[in-house]
């Protein structure tokens, strides 16, 4: 008969975390089939690759920290992390890019410290900061879309992107149809206007069609992970509204120094870190206010490091940074709970 | 030459303001911290037995606060150990085998029928929890013992147990649910330690 | 008025209600055996009024509150108590507690009893004492006792009555069937309970999927002048619990750690309301309740009206069990009950739900994985906590920081382990954590306690020494008058002093004797010192030894002179300072023997005289022990004879029983001292001490023994001495068991052997005595 102590309740819904994570798979393949269309194959190769080299990576670590495989494996964080990972970096870049990233996000970012619910970084900004850091080139180097002339996805053929990936390919060749993406564009201004820039630019005037098409289908994929309950409105609704109202503010105090809030919005990875990296739950905030905090943090460093900082995208960064004050932040976001007047603040205890 | 003379003063007065704040602020906002000893026998468990090899769990608290080993006191066991490493800040070691070894706790029970009345035990016990007369039956308030133990020694028709104390609904506690690891992990201690050391 | 708030969180489980709502409520059968367990409710157990082998008729109090916060039982049928012992009772510990259990006559023999009419005439305190008596607990799950609430009004404004009829747990439909076919009942126990706490008004809290049991309240709400609303709240778990009911209705929170009754709130159950009634209206106590039994182990899930004390097994039997398809048994919903592994678990107060699980059911949890921080717990839960955070600190026991987290506010109700979606336990981590923060916190008031305790005895002890030797200081000064007093008296008239200050002779003679005394141990101490560093001034030394030893003597015989055979009255006095003078040669005895062995182990000069020393003091204890020993037999001997039946002939025995065990004590310490040396002659020295000891132990239990026997003589003459009787039994076997210890302990084989020879010999003395004891008993 029954086992004694069993603890109520005895009945669960049936959400696993493996089903979230297959949610979330489910919810990037828009984006992923809209990059597909206007950056040629470039993703999908990435894709593989990382997803390949996540899984064995994930195996390798989890057999010598003597983990049960098998029932690890089939979390998915893995692939989510591939998955992000490999959307994030250019669809050219070459595959030791690509297997450094995945072996620092896996086995460093992730594994080392605990592997799922135990990292306090969001294992594929972790690795896609350090790539940008370490090779700025590749990183920068974006292929231009099909909108911008219509030439990548004719250009490289599938066989001509795997040589390409796969690094047997000129670098003249691969030059003739890689270029900055909008946010380099819109940094390296050359003391023009951002009106004079945006006529000039053909990045800006054809190519940004494309990455406003991408980022409406990451948006897409959001909603839906949101009417699926996997997470709630309140990180990425703070941090889109926190980043719109920082560029307003700035566009319409100066107009022709800087970028419109819709290109904020529109470019880069925005909408991708907006519903798919800043919502991971194990390295972000946790009670709702929290959320609300960590998410309007984003927007608003995102802001800053684009406009005054050093690199172009600044998903990453700011990620990584409140992942940072992630803890601090649940600290002083207690709700306040039935029957008290007012929620506890800070930590307390001796430790820590 | 001013320059250096206008650094230096301004550097001496800032010195001077900070020692006052400093000052100031360590009288105003002194914590008035419970004396050392006081603070250890609160977490002692108070069985007063003696095991620790001195005469009552003051004493000992006093000796932990000159220097004493934590780990001497059997009754308390590791938690003890580790509430007093927590509180003084050194690393928690594990119990002293020489003083005996952490028992579940008991009350002493006299077989009344067998007393003699030597009032022996009385004598011995260090709080009181004996009710008897010369030549009476004596007998153990439960609720006042603490079961150290030394009353069974002097009694010389030897009538005195020590009872483990039952769990009863009332004070039965839940158990720890195995760490997730546990469940499903075929491993062995070396990669739970290993998990910790990640974790 | 009756607007409907929210609570935060909530979940929507599958509600499984239809099952059990499809047949009427039907009694269950009578068991062979009800078992009632004295602990029903919160608060304190009740105490057993009745026997083993008690006739009791239906409705009779076989147990009694102990407290407040308590309740009474009574008998569910009329039958025969015939057990009163421990029994495994419904609780998460799958513990026992104790029960009464009652064997039906089948009669149903009702004890008299009767309503008590026009309820409000009476006073209010004999009202509620009333209900008291009739042991109503509250039937929702946790079980207050109900007399208690009521009192309420007294010290609080109640401003309003909440009726909680959410039953909001799935499965369960006992109450929403109580509404069903009893509404006015219910209704009435409502009328009753305004009455007693004059609430402004009246709220009914029900969820909207008991449409019947609202259509049933509506129309039993229409015979009733009280101003009561139903509110239909939406279905959402868990809003039956008392703090989210109260926010769901007036939209009012409970202070964290306060009652609802401090914000004007009472709440009460359908269940509770209705036992009111029929304890109100028709006098009959609280014996039987409604029970959900339903789950897809069982063919006819339905509620049945159930008597306090019917094992789960009649229930499951009752409905239909599918023996081979059960995999889990519930008492409780599925949210917030416990798992049983045992069906004779009887139903108590509380009981409202049986649940018999299938495995496709019920399955067991997949295995836990890690928090991944999702946050759909904090997003679920009523309470407005962070069960993640709780869960980690309960985990890593930082208990101070989950307290922090308000874990005591968590009402273990389910939902955030519900919606986990790494299946972690979480309600167990909680209850983990609660369990042993209380723990710990009873600890610390009984450590404190003890502390308290201990530190006041120290004073205590302090004091009395203090006052013992402000005492000693003051007989000493009065010693020294009555010594200057005595020297003029002396002085004045020589003839008279002899009889008439007999007394201050004596004492003057004693304090001689022990200056002599002293005098002599300082004089051997000195010597033996001497000895030991083979001094020149031995000789000297020696004399001056020689001397103090002869003064020694003078003064007791003047003292043993002295001591006049007094009246029979001073002779227990006179006794003990036998015994004393006895004890004291004793020890000089073995002092100069010490000193000797010392000596000639040595092989020092001066041996012989110590050894003339030693015969000296040999023969001086020996005669002191026999002067004890006459003194003693006289007086005993004397009592015996002029009273045979007395028990004068005690001392004696005692006496020798003292000394008996002063010599195993000495022998014991002996053997260990033997068992720690480790040096060669030292050894051998120490064997041949216990050997003597020994030899002295025997023949003082030999003495004792005889001493003994003769007792039992006189007492087989003289009628018996069971008392005393008893107490050698229990010395007997006492020398049983710690021989017998010895023996576990014992490594060595010869040891073992004497050991053993030992241990039967005391066995047989043990089973001499308990014979015996056996028979004058
Ligand atoms: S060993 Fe006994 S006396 Fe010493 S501290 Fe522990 S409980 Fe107190
Ligand atoms: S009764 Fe015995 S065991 Fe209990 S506290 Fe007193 S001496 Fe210790
Ligand atoms: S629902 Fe479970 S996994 Fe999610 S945060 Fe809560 S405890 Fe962690
Ligand atoms: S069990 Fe406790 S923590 Fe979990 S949802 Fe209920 S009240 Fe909240």
């Known amino acids: 008969m029954a086992l004694i102590h069993l603890s109520s309740p005895h009945v669960s819904n049936a959400n696993s975390s493996p089903n979230m994570m297959r949610l979330v798979l489910i919810a990037l393949l828009p984006g992923i089939l809209a990059m597909t269309v206007f950056f040629g194959w ?134 003739s149809f890689t270029g900055a993406t909008p946010l380099d564009e819109l940094r390296h201004r050359n003391g023009l206007t951002t009106e004079e820039l945006w006529r000039q630019s053909d990045v800006l005037l054809n190519g940004v069609g494309a990455w406003y098409a991408v980022s409406a289908a990451w948006f897409m994929g959001g909603i839906f992970l949101l009417s699926r309950k996997v997470f709630t409105w309140h990180t990425p609704l703070s941090m889109l509204i926190a980043l719109f109202l920082v560029a307003s503010m700035f566009y319409g105090f100066d107009p022709d120094s800087y970028v419109s809030p819709i290109v904020h919005l529109g470019v880069g990875a925005t909408m991708l870190g907006a519903f798919f990296i800043a919502t991971d739950p194990v390295s972000s905030a946790t009670s709702n206010r929290g959320k609300i905090v960590f998410g309007a943090s984003i927007g608003v460093l995102i802001y800053i490091i684009r406009t005054w900082g050093n690199y172009p995208d600044a998903v990453a960064f700011s990620v990584l940074l409140l992942n940072l004050c992630a803890p601090f932040i649940d600290q002083y976001t207690q709700p306040r709970t039935y029957g008290h007047a007012k929620p506890n603040r800070g930590l307390k205890g001796k430790n820590q | 030459m001013s320059t250096i003379l206008t650094a230096v003063i301004v550097l001496f007065i800032l010195a001077v303001l900070f020692g006052l704040l400093l000052g100031y602020a360590s009288v105003r906002f002194r914590v008035e911290g419970n004396p050392i000893v006081d603070q250890i026998d609160a977490i002692l468990p108070q069985t007063q037995c003696g095991q620790c090899g001195y005469p009552g769990c003051r004493p000992y608290a006093e000796a932990i606060a000159n220097g004493d080993a934590i780990n001497k006191c059997p009754p308390g066991g590791q938690a003890t150990i580790e509430a007093l490493a927590d509180l003084l800040d050194v690393e928690p070691i594990p119990l002293d085998s020489e003083h005996g070894e952490e028992k579940p706790r008991s009350v002493a029970y006299i077989r009344e029928d067998e007393c003699i009345g030597c009032t022996k035990c009385i004598q011995a016990c260090p709080v009181d929890a004996i009710l008897g007369a010369a030549k009476q039956m004596h007998t153990v308030i439960a609720s006042e013992c603490t079961g150290c133990d030394l009353c069974v020694e002097p009694c010389p028709v030897d009538c005195i147990d020590m009872i483990p104390i039952e769990t009863t609904p009332n004070t039965w506690k839940w158990p720890q649910p195995p760490s997730p690891m546990q469940l499903i992990a075929t491993d062995t201690g070396r990669s739970i330690a290993a998990s910790e050391v990640n974790s | 008025m009756s607007r409907v708030f929210s609570f935060h969180g909530g979940i929507h489980p599958p509600e499984n209600k239809k099952q059990s709502t499809r047949a009427p409520i039907a009694k269950a059968p009578l068991p062979k055996q009800l078992v009632l367990p004295m602990q029903q409710h919160i608060g304190a157990a009740a105490d057993p009024l009745v026997k083993v082998g008690d006739r009791v008729l239906k409705g009779q109090l076989i147990a009694e509150p102990i407290g407040r916060i308590s309740a009474s039982i009574h008998a569910p049928t009329s039958g025969t108590v015939v057990d009163i012992a421990d029994y495994p009772v419904p609780h998460a510990s799958g513990l026992s507690g104790e029960c009464i259990v009652i064997e039906p006559d089948g009669e149903e023999r009702w004890i008299e009893h009767q309503g008590l009419g026009d309820y409000r005439a009476l006073k209010r305190a004999d009202l509620i004492e009333h209900i008291r008596a009739s042991g109503i607990a509250g039937m929702g799950g946790a079980g207050f006792p109900t007399d208690v609430k009521l009192h309420l009004s007294e010290d609080h404004i109640i401003n309003t009555l909440i009726i909680n009829a959410a039953e909001c747990e799935p499965y369960i439909t006992a109450d929403d069937m109580l509404l069903r076919e009893h509404a006015n009942e219910v209704v009435g126990g409502i009328e009753v309970i305004a009455h007693l706490l004059r609430p402004s008004h009246v709220l009914i809290g029900i969820e909207d999927n008991k449409p019947n049991a609202i259509h049933a309240l509506e129309a039993a709400l229409k015979h009733c002048d009280l101003n009561i609303d139903l509110v239909v709240v939406p279905t959402k778990y868990p809003s039956g619990g008392e703090r989210q009911l109260i926010k769901l209705l007036t939209n009012i929170e409970v202070p964290s750690g306060r009652i609802p009754a401090d914000i004007g709130i009472v709440c009460q159950n359908v269940g509770t309301a209705r036992a009111i009634y029929r304890a109100v209206h028709f006098g009959e106590p609280l014996i039987s309740r409604i029970v959900t039994v339903t789950g897809d182990a069982v063919r006819h899930p339905r509620n049945l009206e159930t008597l306090l004390g019917t094992p789960f097994s009649t229930l499951l039997e009752a409905c239909d069990l599918r023996p081979d398809a059960l995999s889990r048994l519930v008492m409780g919903g599925p949210m917030m009950g416990v798992t049983v592994d045992n069906d004779r678990i009887p139903v108590i107060k509380t009981t409202n739900c049986l649940i018999a699980a299938t495995a496709q059911e019920m399955p067991p949890s997949p295995p836990a994985r890690e928090c991944i921080r999702c946050g759909m717990c904090e997003q679920a839960c009523p309470a407005e906590l962070l069960p993640q955070q709780l869960y980690w600190f309960s985990r890593g026991r930082e208990f101070e920081k989950a307290r922090h987290h308000n874990l005591f506010d968590c009402i273990e109700c389910g939902a955030c382990a519900y919606v986990c979606p790494s299946n972690i336990p979480l309600v167990q981590y909680y209850r983990f954590a609660k369990s042993e923060i209380r723990t710990e916190e009873r600890e610390q008031r009984k450590a404190d306690h003890a502390r308290q305790r201990f530190e006041a005895r120290q004073a205590r002890l302090e004091r009395e020494a203090a006052e013992k030797e402000a005492r000693r200081k003051a007989r000493a000064a009065e010693a020294a008058r009555a010594q200057s007093q005595k020297a003029a008296a002396t002085g004045n008239a020589d003839s008279g002093a002899a009889q008439a200050s007999g007394a201050p002779d004596i004492k003057q003679l004693k304090t001689a004797a022990a200056v002599a005394r002293t005098k002599l141990k300082k004089a051997q101490k000195a010597y033996d010192e001497a000895l030991a560093g083979n001094a020149d001034n031995l000789k000297a030394l020696e004399q001056a030894l020689e001397e103090a030893r002869q003064k020694a003597e003078q003064a007791e015989k003047a003292l043993a002179g002295g001591v006049p055979p007094q009246s029979q009255g001073a002779q227990a006095d006179t006794l003990k300072q036998l015994k004393t003078a006895a004890a004291v040669a004793r020890t000089k005895l073995k002092k100069a023997q010490d000193a000797l062995k010392n000596a000639e182990d040595k092989g020092l000069p001066g041996v012989d005289k110590l050894r003339q020393t030693v015969e000296a003091l040999e023969q001086k204890a020996g005669e002191a022990e026999q002067a004890l020993r006459d003194a003693e037999q006289k007086p005993a001997a004397a009592a015996l004879n002029a009273a045979p039946e007395s028990t004068a002939s005690r001392p004696d025995s005692k006496a020798l029983k003292q000394q008996v065990s002063i010599m195993r004590t000495k022998l014991k310490k002996a053997e260990s001292a033997l068992d720690s040396c480790e040096d060669a002659t030292e050894r051998s020295r120490l064997e041949a001490e216990v050997a003597e000891l020994r030899t002295r132990f025997d023949a003082a239990s030999t003495a004792f023994e005889q001493a003994e026997q003769a007792l039992i003589d006189a007492a087989a003459k003289a009628g018996v001495d069971l008392k005393q009787l008893r107490i050698d039994a229990a010395m007997a076997r006492a020398t049983v068991t710690k021989t017998e210890r010895a023996l576990q302990k014992a490594e060595d084989d010869s040891e073992r052997a004497r050991l053993e020879q030992e241990l039967s010999a005391a066995r047989t003395r043990a089973d001499a005595l308990n014979q015996t004891l056996s028979q004058y008993e």
């Open chain 1, 42 to 175: 470039g993703t999908l190769i990435q894709i593989a690759l990382a997803a390949t080299l996540a899984l064995l990576f994930e195996a390798a670590v989890l057999r010598l920290r003597k983990r049960p495989v098998g029932f690890f494996l089939r979390d998915y964080s893995a692939l989510v992390t591939a998955v992000l990972l490999a959307v994030a970096l250019p669809p050219f870049s070459a595959w030791w890019v690509t297997a450094t990233g995945i072996f620092v996000a896996i086995v460093i970012a992730k594994q080392l410290y605990g592997g799922l619910g135990n990292n306090p970084f969001n294992p594929a900004m972790v690795a896609y900061a350090l790539l940008l850091v370490s090779f700025p080139v590749e990183m920068t180097r974006w292929t231009a879309p099909i909108t911008q002339g219509g030439e990548g996805w004719q250009v490289a053929s599938f066989i001509d992107t795997l040589r390409v990936i796969f690094g047997s390919v000129e670098p003249a060749f691969y030059d």
